[in-house]
């Protein structure tokens, strides 16, 4: 699937794994890296139910965005690219997206 970023000094950061951990610590950084090469080698994010990450469809403010788990409770927060078709009970319908952008890591929590 293709990636792409939403903020650029975030898509800096992912790549460069030195940055990465200074911003975010060793653990969490692995797992951003990880997580990302997942949505690279998927065809759709209907994929990504099959890997860790517990990815997810979010709901209220933040509908229309998907989620993976980081360390708790830290997640990496992604859309899909373009006008996605909805899925039957009105969310996403997984299967047709090609292409996602990342928004970057949130406490969702909060």
């Not at 090609?98 to 928004?103: E, F, G, K, P, Y």
């Amino acid at each position: 699937m293709e990636v792409s970023f939403e903020n650029a000094d975030f898509a800096l950061t992912c790549g460069d794994m030195r940055d990465l951990r200074k911003r975010h610590g060793a653990v969490r950084a692995k797992k951003i890296q990880q997580r990302l090469e997942d949505l690279r080698a998927v065809e759709t994010p209907a994929a990504m139910r099959l890997l860790p990450g517990r990815c997810h469809e979010l709901h209220g403010d933040r509908a229309g965005q998907l989620s993976l788990d980081l360390d708790h409770p830290y997640r990496l927060l992604f859309r899909p690219a373009g006008d996605p078709d909805p899925g039957p009970g009105g969310g996403l319908e997984w299967s047709t997206v090609r292409a996602v952008v990342v928004i970057g890591i949130e406490d969702t929590h909060r």
